[in-house]
């Protein structure tokens, strides 16, 4: 008969064999399981929009508190933040302002960052810019011009251009949005007010 001590020698290698084999079994589920996908890290962006009433730049990053109430108040998400300072902005491909009657991202700002206009046809986002080398005008396709709320865009059908009159567009970028929904280029482009500004050929980019 085995002694105990033989009888717990025996049983020490078996439970220690099992429990390596266990720690191997584990091992491999862990080395062939599927690897969880990781967000994409969006490279950052310059071609952003302040939300509407935005004060001067320089006013405007000395107010904002980085608070993130603008963006809690906007119906439609447009407003996300900057990966470099935490800014509010908004990229008009993505999702525009849609120039919400009581504009309730400004009412929120407790700063001024955001003022109030009076109203929101005085709205100054920038200013939308074509480019007739992507434009699809030529060949009958005006989508972004029944959706301006400001009637900024018109057709010009003698030259089969489109037109924007920037003494009335907002900037809101929804033109910009529209255009890339039915087409494989965008063509029409909300600049900021000083970039748009400092362009020759103001509302036109060819």
Avoid: W
């Avoid at 064999?17 to 890290?41: G, L």
């Avoid at 000395?62 to 990229?91: M, N, Y």
């Avoid at 924007?164 to 900037?171: E, S």
């Amino acid at each position: 008969m085995a002694t105990d001590k033989e009888y717990g020698r025996r049983q020490f290698f078996r439970d220690s064999v099992t429990s390596v084999a266990r720690a191997a079994y584990e091992f491999h589920k862990q080395v062939d399981a599927p690897r969880p996908t990781e967000a994409p890290i969006q490279s950052f962006r310059t071609d952003y929009l302040r939300p509407p009433g935005a004060a001067d730049e320089a006013v405007f990053l000395e107010r904002c508190t980085r608070c993130q109430d603008c963006a809690k108040a906007c119906p439609h998400e447009s407003i996300v933040f900057s990966q470099v300072d935490g800014t509010p902005v908004i990229f008009a491909d993505q999702a525009p302002c849609y120039l919400c009657h009581d504009l309730p991202c400004i009412a929120a700002c407790a700063t001024e960052a955001l003022v109030q206009p009076r109203s929101s046809e005085e709205v100054r986002m920038g200013v939308a810019v074509v480019s007739e080398r992507f434009c699809t005008a030529s060949q009958g396709c005006h989508a972004c011009v029944s959706k301006c709320p400001v009637e900024a865009l018109a057709m010009d059908f003698g030259d089969m251009r489109l037109r924007v009159d920037d003494r009335h567009c907002v900037g809101c970028g929804i033109c910009e949005h529209v255009c890339g929904s039915v087409n494989d280029r965008i063509a029409i482009r909300v600049r900021r007010s000083t970039e748009a500004a400092s362009q020759s050929g103001l509302g036109r980019l060819d």
